[in-house]
């Protein structure tokens, strides 16, 4: 097996390991974007695949698959910060627009690279098994990170929330130990 097809299979678990996305729709309400807008980012990135995907194809070819590669790990460091710490919508949609960039330059990227190593190795009619399997590992990296973004989203949820309660708790008891003073409490005059 060429090691191009085991730098996929371990490259497509790895892309499908993101734990962010398991979260993310209750990340952006709690930075206060509602459904409208959600359904709004989505429509963005959605309509800039479906404007790019093809030119970003005959780039690829014409130009550079490596470097449409590269392109693409660079707009998916730079969405990943960018939607990180966005606290609104606007900056948000920055972040969907370059995660497209990363979609469409990865879509049929992959594919062409994979397809052409095995067609120097003679293994061309093995292509379909090979990019089932990389498909179904992705499948198993992004149901990894789902599970296990939602116990962190949920312990860190529940560490918050905890750090809440302590300071609402202590501040509570401070008030309630708080000694008045002879003539600190005034009564109002009417």
Not at 46 to 60: E, R, Y
Not at 125 to 141: H, T
Request: glycine share 10%.
């Amino acid at each position: 097996m060429p090691s191009n097809i085991k730098k996929l299979y371990i490259s497509n678990f790895l892309v499908g390991l993101v734990f962010w996305y398991g979260i993310e729709k209750l990340f952006m309400q709690s930075i206060g974007i509602d459904a409208v807008g959600i359904g709004v980012a989505a429509a963005v990135v959605l309509g800039f695949n479906l404007i790019f995907d093809i030119p970003s194809g005959i780039l690829a070819d014409r130009w550079s698959r490596k470097g449409m590669l590269f392109i693409a790990v660079i707009a998916m460091a730079i969405c990943s910060f960018i939607l990180g710490s966005s606290h609104s919508l606007a900056p948000y949609l920055v972040g969907y627009i370059l995660y497209g960039i990363y979609v469409v330059s990865t879509s049929g990227t992959y594919q062409a690279i994979i397809y052409d190593s095995l067609y120097e190795h003679g293994l061309a009619e093995q292509y379909s098994k090979i990019m089932g399997r990389a498909y179904a590992l992705f499948l198993v990296g992004a149901g990894v990170a789902n599970i296990v973004s939602g116990f962190l989203f949920q312990s860190a949820f529940t560490a918050q929330w905890s750090r809440q309660s302590n300071r609402r708790r202590k501040a509570t008891i401070e008030s309630n130990h708080h000694h008045e003073r002879p003539g600190d409490c005034r009564a109002v005059q009417r």
